[in-house]
């Protein structure tokens, strides 16, 4: 057993750092290389702090961002924005969207993206062209609006793609629905609560049917949390009733941690907004439901790959200061997730309300860099009479921090990918305020991955294989 404050000695950071409340800055890179590439900004009165979803799209990239009010009377709306940071297309909507916009289908030709619209029951599924962003469905009915991302897949392998998504309110179910009309297909709603999660799909017991995986938010009548396998027609296969913390609100994710061939289910249970006072920790189910083990992290969100080249996966991620929230440590934590122990951690000067990391080549170094956000944002979760805030963090596969960037308002989840097609890695972060930034590396970079915390473009929870 470890002790998590023996980490807070590390003396990185003996400089104070200073905080620009003007344009982003970059405070330290130690990377050669990076360099701003463009800033796209949102209309006036429009924000984001979301994450952003990245395709090819007639045969360029097309970057999708949904945009939020920041100000009553204003509408919201999804923008889609090229490489070069010019908007493509745009919609707009009364009321909120949710947070993620996705990307679908397999077919280049026939891509499209789906949102969530509107709040409460008049919440709604929009499916658009992802073209011009032009409706194909839009579903409404639904009780409560739907906070996760989607998933596509042809889920009982007959050719046809399928869409999986959760809904939330008082009536939370997980559903599958037809793709390309809306129609739903089945739905599971035993004690469902998802808030922000995102599902995980494969055959995790090699069975020859795909596995749907999803985490609850104390969604069981004695307020624990569950992790809930169904099989492809969503029937239960196995739920542990058993999970202290909020597991419903962070992605699940399935990798072969042990070489067995086999692959486990990863989750982060956390302590939302300081319900309990626990540690959030990392949760290890084998296909069955048997844990391997339930380890200290502090987090709220892990990225899963082999970040040096050892040939075991590590899971890197920020500590949490507000959802997922141990509220004294300001670390950066990498696990081996062969055992659950830690291989390093790194002081950093702050944390709050941490993002899904993104772990790609981004340096000069041998193995693979992590970015990861964290912010204080001017709206949800704000600390009263503190100013907003937000940094961006990059770490080498061995813990070095070797890219820190400050924000004046919060930093959204990171998204990193080739999107100018010339074989180098781009990375973006979208900020509250209305900002996509985006940077350009030396990092040699296939341009077909567009790497995500859940597991590339299809977000099927796939990671580290
Ligand atoms: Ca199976
Ligand atoms: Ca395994
Ligand atoms: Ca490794
Ligand atoms: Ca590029």
């Not at 499209?112 to 579903?139: D, F, K, T, Y």
């Not at 793609?161 to 739905?187: M, N, Q, Y």
């Not at 944390?351 to 990861?372: F, H, K, Q």
């Amino acid at each position: 057993m470890y002790c998590i404050s023996q980490t807070h000695g590390n003396s990185d950071w003996a400089d104070p750092i200073k905080i620009s409340l003007a344009a982003p800055y970059t405070v330290m890179s130690m990377i050669e290389g990076i360099s701003s590439l463009w800033t796209f900004r949102f209309p006036r009165g429009i924000g984001t702090h979301y994450s952003l979803a990245c395709s090819r799209v007639n045969g360029e990239a097309l970057i999708a961002g949904p945009g939020q009010p920041l100000h009553a009377g204003t509408k919201s709306g999804v923008f889609a924005i090229d490489s070069g940071g010019h908007l493509v297309s745009r919609t707009y909507h009364d009321g909120p969207l949710s947070p993620f916009v996705a990307f679908l289908g397999k077919d280049e030709e026939g891509r499209l993206l789906a949102h969530w619209s509107g709040e409460g029951p008049g919440a709604r599924i929009n499916v658009l062209s992802a073209n011009h962003l032009q409706p194909v469905w839009i579903r409404d009915g639904f009780p409560w609006t739907g906070n996760g991302d989607f998933i596509d897949c042809d889920i009982e392998g007959d050719g046809r793609e399928e869409l999986l998504f959760s809904v939330g309110g008082l009536h939370h179910h997980v559903v599958c629905a037809d793709l390309k009309t809306g129609e739903e297909i089945w739905r599971y709603d035993d004690r469902v609560t998802i808030c922000w999660g995102r599902l995980a799909i494969a055959d995790i017991d090699l069975d020859g049917d795909l596995e749907v995986v999803f985490g609850t938010e104390y969604g069981n009548p004695d307020g624990t949390s569950s992790i809930v396998v169904l099989s492809s027609d969503g029937g239960l296969k196995w739920r542990d009733d058993s999970i202290p913390g909020d597991a419903g609100s962070t992605p699940t994710m399935l990798a072969d941690v042990n070489g067995d061939g086999l692959l486990e289910i990863l989750k982060v249970e956390i302590d939302l907004c300081g319900r309990d006072g626990h540690t959030s920790s990392v949760l290890c189910l084998d296909a069955h439901g048997s844990r391997l083990y339930s380890t200290p992290f502090g987090g709220s969100s892990i990225a899963i790959a082999d970040v040096d080249g050892d040939g075991s996966l590590e899971g890197v991620g920020l500590t949490s200061g507000r959802d997922g929230g141990n509220h004294v440590l300001s670390e950066m934590v990498c696990l081996d997730l062969s055992t659950g122990k830690r291989k390093w951690t790194r002081a950093v000067p702050r944390v709050y309300l941490s993002g899904d990391p993104v772990i790609a080549s981004m340096g000069d170094d041998e193995g693979l860099d992590t970015l990861v956000t964290t912010g204080m944002p001017s709206g949800y979760g704000r600390i009263p009479g503190k100013e907003p805030w937000g940094s961006a963090y990059m770490f080498s596969p061995s813990g070095k921090l070797v890219w820190h960037q400050e924000f004046p308002d919060w930093a959204g989840d990171p998204l990193a990918c080739d999107i100018d097609s010339d074989g180098f890695l781009e990375f973006m972060i979208p900020s509250y305020e209305g900002r996509i930034c985006a940077w350009k590396t030396r990092a040699a970079c296939s341009c077909d991955e567009f790497p995500k915390v859940n597991g590339g473009p299809a977000r099927t929870g796939l990671v580290g294989s």
